[in-house]
Antibody, heavy 119, light 106 residues
Framework: EVQLQESGPGLVKPSQSLSLTCSVT????????WGWIRKFPGNKMEWMGY???????SYNPSLKSRISITRDTSKNQFFLQLNSVTTEDTATYYCARSEAMMVLPFDYWGQGVMVTVSS | DTVLTQSPALAVSPGERVTISCRAS??????MHWYQQKPGQQPTLLIY???NLESGVPARFSGSGSGTDFTLTIDPVEADDTATYYC?????????FGGGTKLELK
């Protein structure tokens, strides 16, 4: 069974970088597409970006200058880095899988990690 | 970006039929998906490509629509269906989500 688990600090200071890890078990990240989605207080959800089976990436244009998604295939993990965070980046961050990013939905999700941006 | 508009909340009684709507600001063909999210949990996929039931999801859930208007139907509603339901499109870049419809049971 595919399982995803997010990890990372729950508190980040404004202007610093947010770094999260998604650890995947039961499936290789060298197949399919692996994305990050966040849910803001008040329920709005935002697709942030993904890394593909080949290592190519695509990002939401609203974040393009601040976001980076990378991976470590030896550990079957992928990572989110979001730079220059503000309080507006306070959200619950989810990692998820899509079999075909251009068409299909996110069929497996992690439990989510809440990140607060505050001094 | 493609804006997906959902009604904020609905309240129904167990055993009733409920329809949750999602309207897109531009056509998304049939590349619309529906998720259920219960408090404190991650979203789970219910319906993909507008009308396909995800494996393991009860047949009480169904989806329909194409273009700009989509519907998620639950018939009959059960107490366990209390949750927020989101639509999400994958036709236009970037992928976008609706604002969610909170379903409450009377």
């Amino acid at each position: 069974e595919v399982q995803l688990q997010e990890s990372g600090p729950g508190l980040v200071k404004p202007s610093q970088s947010l770094s999260l890890t998604c650890s995947v078990t039961g499936y290789s990240i060298t197949s399919n597409y692996w994305g990050w989605i966040r849910k803001f207080p008040g329920n709005k959800m935002e697709w942030m970006g993904y890394i593909s089976y080949s290592g190519s990436t695509s990002y939401n244009p609203s974040l393009k200058s601040r976001i980076s998604i990378t991976r470590d295939t030896s550990k079957n993990q992928f990572f989110l880095q979001l730079n220059s965070v503000t309080t507006e980046d306070t959200a619950t961050y989810y990692c998820a899988r899509s079999e075909a990013m251009m068409v299909l939905p996110f069929d497996y999700w992690g439990q989510g990690v809440m990140v607060t941006v505050s001094s | 970006d493609t804006v997906l508009t959902q009604s904020p909340a609905l309240a129904v009684s167990p055993g009733e039929r409920v329809t949750i709507s999602c309207r897109a600001s531009e056509s998304v063909s049939t590349l619309m998906h529906w998720y259920q999210q219960k408090p404190g949990q991650q979203p789970t996929l219910l319906i993909y490509l507008a009308s396909n039931l995800e494996s393991g999801v009860p047949a009480r859930f169904s989806g329909s629509g194409s273009g700009t208007d989509f519907t998620l139907t639950i018939d009959p509603v059960e107490a366990d269906d209390t949750a927020t339901y989101y639509c999400q499109q994958s036709w236009n870049d970037p992928r976008t989500f609706g604002g969610g419809t909170k379903l409450e049971l009377k």
